[in-house]
């Protein structure tokens, strides 16, 4: 085991990690968007509007995320009138690249985390609510949506764990990330055990801190 | 088109057996993580406390750190990992492990990680009851857990175990980082010769909906049988 | 060997694919992926100089000899594994890289260039045509100042764990914005795509990659060779020892050597380099 490589590694990973939060970060929120919209939708009365939201979750849930990185930017970077529009300055960058496609991805499953969540409040609550006077529009607000976000904690929480391990992924498209620059050192050094075993215990300690800190929310804000 | 025919200049023979190559190896790597699982569950839900925590480490570490960096660790760690123990028992040579069986190794270690979680979850969430009245029947431990408790529990599980297939499925096309060639690797090296990413991701994209598509008929299928009553 | 010990390998045995394991019998890992030294065809055979070179050398070493297919960037772990015995994928000879294995004589110069597209502003770069970097002169000084202030704020792109990337990230041209690729194809098609303004290869491997896409590539600046970018391409192999192994990896490098030597007095690799490159490259 050299020590002394995992020492002179463990700045140069935890640089990266910054790069891994960003992503993270970045994807969670936008995504975060993204599945309110498509829950809505999902919930519609509308077929149309229900099978098209349908499908995108499909298309997301149901194909590898590796596949649509390497769609979104090994395959839209070869059409070349898209190349002359504006979106090319977002779609020139790799990390804007990955932020998409991690955000579209993230967004398909929090949609699905959501709609379920908004189809299993016990019809209790409402009917409670509505016994009481309260107008359609409140009880969406005040009870509909924060039993929901209890509700989808654990399975969020989950979700965001599965987040943070897809970003390892931008490393396929040239980002140093963690994994990036672990792979780059071990090229140099060919120690690929320390190095990666480091590389590994920095996202199982992020991994423990998501968790630990979606525990906490739950505790924090359980009604009964 | 003719792009994906069969014959020389086509890719569709090479896609047809990339497909199934992902097909072999989401299996073999479901069964080894079944294997893991017979090892790892019982540690789980020992009541022994170092037990349990060889147990909760294998599920939790397993399923924190990315499953790219699991496969880099294999690949590149495993043949050498490998040939340490073999060294210890005098054999010298080099190893050389197909990749098939590196690749759904790494993937069968990440599956049973998940699939250690579900039969966990399943066995606990039987009642109390079952095992108690199990054993005042009298038969011997092995047929108490053989024909009472595993049907409950396979029923239990099924619904969450084709989440771990659709997983595992998926997981495969990250093995194309150490060459196999299933569907991610084939659309990769024909993208490149052909100079036409787009067409031939999409077309991979393509082909996993239809297995994912395919796999929930069938498991759709498995749970009816499962799910009549007893 | 008692029972355990015979049951355990034979788990170990039936389960894998033992590689090759003496005498005559060489293999030789090349990357497949870098035309015109070592690419596929359309059938996926392994061809190009290095491919019929390492046939040409075997022929000479009266060895049997099996070409490997292996990603690049685990071309030395694949060495150090033993997956092969001997590596020729246009892998220069650096200091470097002779810290964990060694080479044979150099058999072919491989000197790298700039690439962008056709109509970029750094086109018209004013250098000398070639520089060595080896022993700086001031043309080569001035050349890389020429350079440094071409690059500044640019991207430049580049495949990972080559010598391209070292000096890249040497600091000789200034601070520049390096993306690596796991291939060179992946360099070609970012270039080509705009993602990257300018990238940094073997020269022959961008002229090879116009010729065949049509795509307007062209070279800027001078050639390189010399200093990070090492002293020519040869045979890397692992360090001898005193095992047997190690013995035998000894060997090689002397049967390697005296192999080179015949072909470049028989003008074989002379011949093949005009084949592959257009121009006499070898060492």
Same mark, same amino acid.
């Given at each position: 085991?050299?020590?002394?490589?995992?020492?002179?590694?463990?700045?140069?990973?935890?640089?990266?990690?910054?790069?891994?939060?960003?992503?993270?970060?970045?994807?969670?929120?936008?995504?975060?968007?993204?599945?309110?919209?498509?829950?809505?939708?999902?919930?519609?009365?509308?077929?149309?509007?229900?099978?098209?939201?349908?499908?995108?979750?499909?298309?997301?849930?149901?194909?590898?995320?590796?596949?649509?990185?390497?769609?979104?930017?090994?395959? /839209?970077?070869?059409?070349?009138?898209?190349?002359?529009?504006?979106?090319?300055?977002?779609?020139?960058?790799?990390?804007?690249?990955?932020?998409? %496609?991690?955000?579209?991805?993230?967004?398909?499953?929090?949609?699905?985390?959501?709609?379920?969540?908004?189809?299993?409040?016990?019809?209790?609550?409402?009917?409670?609510?509505? @016994?009481?006077?309260?107008?359609?529009?409140?009880?969406?607000?005040?009870?509909?949506?924060?039993? %929901?976000?209890?509700?989808?904690?654990? %399975?969020?929480?989950?979700?965001?764990?599965?987040?943070?391990?897809?970003?390892?992924?931008?490393?396929?498209?040239?980002?140093?990330?963690?994994?990036?620059?672990?792979?780059?050192?071990?090229?140099?050094?060919?120690?690929?055990?320390?190095?990666?075993?480091?590389?590994?215990?920095?996202?199982?300690?992020?991994?423990?801190?998501?968790?630990?800190?979606?525990?906490?929310?739950?505790?924090?804000? @359980?009604?009964? | 088109?003719?792009?994906? @025919? =069969?014959?020389?200049?086509?890719?569709?023979?090479?896609?047809?057996?990339?497909?199934?190559?992902?097909?072999?190896?989401?299996?073999?790597?479901?069964?080894?993580?079944?294997?893991?699982?017979?090892?790892? &569950?019982?540690?789980?839900?020992?009541?022994?406390?170092?037990?349990?925590?060889?147990?909760?480490?294998?599920?939790?570490?397993?399923?924190?750190?990315?499953?790219?960096?699991?496969?880099?660790?294999?690949?590149?760690?495993?043949?050498?990992?490998?040939?340490?123990?073999?060294?210890?028992?005098?054999?010298?040579?080099?190893?050389?492990?197909?990749?098939?069986?590196?690749?759904?190794?790494?993937?069968?270690?990440?599956?049973?990680?998940?699939?250690?979680?579900?039969?966990?979850?399943?066995?606990?969430?039987?009642?109390?009851?079952?095992?108690?009245?199990?054993?005042?029947?009298?038969?011997?431990?092995?047929?108490? =857990?053989?024909?009472?408790?595993?049907?409950?529990?396979?029923?239990?599980?099924?619904?969450?175990?084709?989440?771990?297939?659709?997983?595992?499925?998926?997981?495969?096309?990250?093995?194309?980082?150490?060459?196999?060639?299933?569907?991610?690797?084939?659309?990769?090296?024909?993208?490149?010769?052909?100079?036409?990413? /787009?067409?031939?991701?999409?077309?991979?994209?393509?082909?996993?909906?239809?297995?994912?598509?395919?796999?929930?008929?069938?498991?759709?299928?498995?749970?009816?049988?499962?799910?009549?009553?007893? | 060997?008692?029972? =355990?010990?015979?049951?355990?390998?034979?788990?170990?045995?039936?389960?894998?694919?033992?590689?090759?394991?003496?005498?005559?019998?060489?293999?030789?890992?090349?990357?497949?992926?870098?035309?015109?030294?070592?690419?596929?065809?359309?059938?996926?055979?392994?061809?190009?100089?290095?491919?019929?070179?390492?046939?040409?050398?075997?022929?000479?070493?009266?060895?049997?000899?099996?070409?490997?297919?292996?990603?690049?960037?685990?071309?030395?772990?694949?060495?150090?594994?033993?997956?092969?015995?001997?590596?020729?994928?246009?892998?220069?000879?650096?200091?470097?890289?002779?810290?964990?294995?060694?080479?044979?004589?150099?058999?072919?110069?491989?000197?790298?260039?700039?690439?962008?597209?056709?109509?970029?502003?750094?086109?018209?770069?004013?250098?000398?045509?070639?520089?060595?970097?080896?022993?700086?002169?001031?043309? %080569?000084?001035?050349?890389?100042? &020429?350079?440094?202030?071409?690059?500044?704020?640019?991207?430049?792109? &580049?495949?990972?764990?080559?010598?391209?990337?070292?000096?890249?990230?040497?600091?000789?041209?200034?601070?520049?914005?390096?993306?690596?690729?796991?291939?060179?194809?992946?360099?070609? /098609?970012?270039?080509?795509?705009?993602?990257?303004?300018?990238?940094?290869?073997?020269?022959?491997?961008?002229?090879?990659?116009?010729?065949?896409?049509?795509?307007?590539?062209?070279?800027?600046?001078?050639?390189?060779?010399?200093?990070?970018?090492?002293?020519?391409?040869?045979?890397?192999?692992?360090?001898?020892?005193?095992?047997?192994?190690?013995?035998?990896?000894?060997?090689?490098?002397?049967?390697?050597?005296?192999?080179?030597?015949?072909?470049?007095?028989?003008?074989?690799?002379?011949?093949?380099?005009?084949?592959? =490159?257009?121009?006499?490259?070898?060492?």
């Amino acid at each position: 085991m050299d020590f002394d490589l995992m020492i002179t590694s463990l700045p140069k990973l935890l640089n990266a990690a910054v790069i891994t939060l960003k992503l993270l970060s970045a994807s969670l929120i936008i995504g975060l968007f993204i599945g309110f919209l498509f829950a809505v939708l999902r919930l519609s009365k509308n077929p149309f509007i229900n099978k098209f939201a349908y499908g995108y979750s499909y298309l997301f849930r149901g194909t590898p995320l590796l596949v649509q990185i390497f769609i979104i930017y090994y395959g /839209l970077g070869q059409i070349e009138w898209l190349r002359s529009t504006f979106l090319w300055v977002i779609l020139k960058e790799p990390y804007w690249c990955a932020i998409i %496609a991690f955000a579209l991805n993230t967004g398909a499953y929090t949609s699905e985390i959501l709609r379920s969540a908004f189809q299993t409040i016990k019809p209790g609550i409402i009917e409670a609510g509505k @016994s009481l006077g309260i107008s359609n529009k409140i009880i969406l607000y005040k009870i509909q949506i924060p039993v %929901a976000i209890r509700q989808s904690l654990p %399975a969020y929480g989950n979700e965001i764990i599965l987040m943070m391990k897809g970003t390892s992924l931008a490393s396929t498209v040239t980002l140093m990330d963690i994994t990036g620059v672990a792979k780059h050192i071990v090229s140099t050094t060919y120690k690929p055990l320390e190095v990666f075993f480091l590389a590994g215990g920095i996202y199982l300690f992020m991994t423990f801190i998501i968790h630990n800190l979606i525990k906490y929310l739950e505790k924090k804000y @359980s009604f009964q | 088109m003719d792009l994906l @025919s =069969f014959g020389k200049t086509g890719w569709g023979d090479e896609l047809l057996y990339a497909t199934l190559m992902t097909i072999a190896v989401s299996i073999t790597s479901m069964l080894i993580g079944f294997l893991f699982c017979l090892i790892f &569950t019982p540690l789980k839900l020992s009541n022994n406390k170092f037990l349990k925590f060889i147990g909760n480490s294998y599920t939790t570490v397993i399923r924190g750190v990315p499953e790219l960096l699991v496969i880099y660790l294999f690949f590149f760690g495993g043949s050498g990992a490998l040939m340490y123990v073999a060294s210890i028992f005098g054999y010298f040579e080099y190893i050389e492990i197909n990749a098939f069986i590196t690749g759904s190794v790494a993937i069968g270690i990440i599956s049973g990680a998940y699939s250690t979680e579900v039969f966990r979850g399943a066995i606990q969430s039987i009642d109390k009851g079952q095992f108690e009245a199990a054993k005042v029947l009298g038969v011997s431990k092995f047929a108490q =857990f053989y024909k009472i408790i595993f049907p409950q529990m396979l029923r239990l599980a099924i619904p969450n175990l084709s989440n771990v297939w659709q997983i595992t499925l998926k997981d495969t096309s990250l093995i194309s980082v150490t060459g196999l060639v299933e569907i991610m690797r084939q659309s990769y090296i024909a993208a490149g010769s052909t100079r036409d990413p /787009l067409f031939f991701y999409c077309f991979a994209a393509v082909l996993y909906l239809m297995l994912t598509f395919l796999s929930m008929k069938l498991i759709n299928r498995l749970e009816v049988k499962y799910s009549r009553g007893f | 060997m008692n029972i =355990f010990k015979k049951t355990i390998l034979t788990i170990l045995a039936s389960l894998f694919l033992i590689g090759n394991v003496y005498a005559d019998k060489i293999k030789i890992g090349t990357e497949g992926a870098y035309p015109p030294w070592n690419s596929k065809d359309a059938s996926g055979a392994l061809i190009g100089f290095e491919v019929e070179l390492a046939n040409e050398l075997c022929a000479i070493m009266n060895h049997e000899c099996t070409i490997v297919e292996q990603d690049w960037d685990g071309m030395i772990p694949a060495l150090l594994m033993r997956k092969f015995d001997v590596i020729m994928a246009g892998m220069s000879i650096t200091a470097e890289r002779q810290k964990t294995i060694t080479f044979s004589q150099g058999y072919a110069d491989e000197v790298a260039a700039l690439a962008v597209m056709k109509g970029s502003s750094l086109e018209g770069m004013s250098t000398p045509a070639g520089i060595s970097l080896s022993k700086p002169n001031s043309d %080569a000084k001035k050349a890389l100042k &020429t350079i440094k202030a071409a690059l500044t704020g640019k991207t430049v792109c &580049t495949q990972t764990g080559t010598i391209h990337q070292n000096f890249l990230e040497s600091g000789d041209v200034g601070k520049v914005n390096v993306r690596t690729y796991k291939t060179q194809d992946e360099v070609n /098609l970012d270039l080509v795509a705009g993602r990257c303004d300018v990238a940094l290869a073997a020269a022959v491997a961008f002229t090879d990659y116009a010729e065949k896409s049509g795509k307007p590539v062209v070279l800027v600046g001078p050639t390189f060779s010399g200093g990070a970018f090492g002293n020519g391409v040869g045979v890397g192999m692992r360090q001898g020892g005193e095992n047997t192994i190690g013995k035998r990896d000894a060997q090689l490098l002397k049967d390697f050597n005296k192999a080179i030597n015949k072909a470049r007095k028989q003008g074989i690799i002379s011949k093949l380099a005009i084949k592959h =490159f257009g121009f006499d490259a070898s060492m």
